[in-house]
């Protein structure tokens, strides 16, 4: 059974968003940089609204470093582990899980996404 999958690359300039189910790709989004964010809860009320929309539990991974994984998007606590939801569970992945040296040339190009969208999650492991 697929799982909905949702992978967030957070960087400088931006943060990426990729939507999955199985190997369907479904939605890929380039939004302003989480610190411009007004509203602590805007990436959380983004992904429930995924989730409602799609009626489905989401799998969320989220990629980031342990020390930066609490200030993303507030998807994370102050221990890098990531927040669990009604609607969503996020696992927080290791930066240095996108390959290194590779950087993506234009808002179509997510690969990279892809392969952390295979992350482990919880919720897929209690089905």
């Known amino acids: 059974m697929h799982l909905y999958a949702v992978t967030i690359v957070r960087e400088n ?3 990426r968003l990729l939507l999955s189910l199985g190997p369907d790709k479904l939605l890929r989004a380039v939004l302003p940089p989480g610190r411009r964010q ?4 805007a990436a ?3 992904i429930e609204g995924l989730s409602l929309w799609l009626d489905s539990p989401l799998c969320v991974v989220l990629c980031a470093d342990a020390k930066d994984a ?3 998007l507030g998807l994370a606590d102050e ?9 969503f569970e996020v696992e927080v992945a290791p930066r240095r899980a996108l390959a290194h040296g590779v950087r993506l040339s234009v808002v179509g190009d997510f690969r990279l996404l892809h392969q952390l969208a ?3 999650s919880p919720i897929a ?3």
């Open 79 to 87: 221990l890098g582990r990531g927040e669990r939801a009604l609607f």
């Open 13 to 15: 300039t931006r943060t």
């Open 44 to 46: 959380a009320a983004l």
């Open 70 to 72: 609490s200030l993303c």
């Open 125 to 127: 492991r209690t089905r």
């Open 38 to 41: 007004r509203h602590k809860r």
């Open 118 to 120: 295979l992350w482990p």
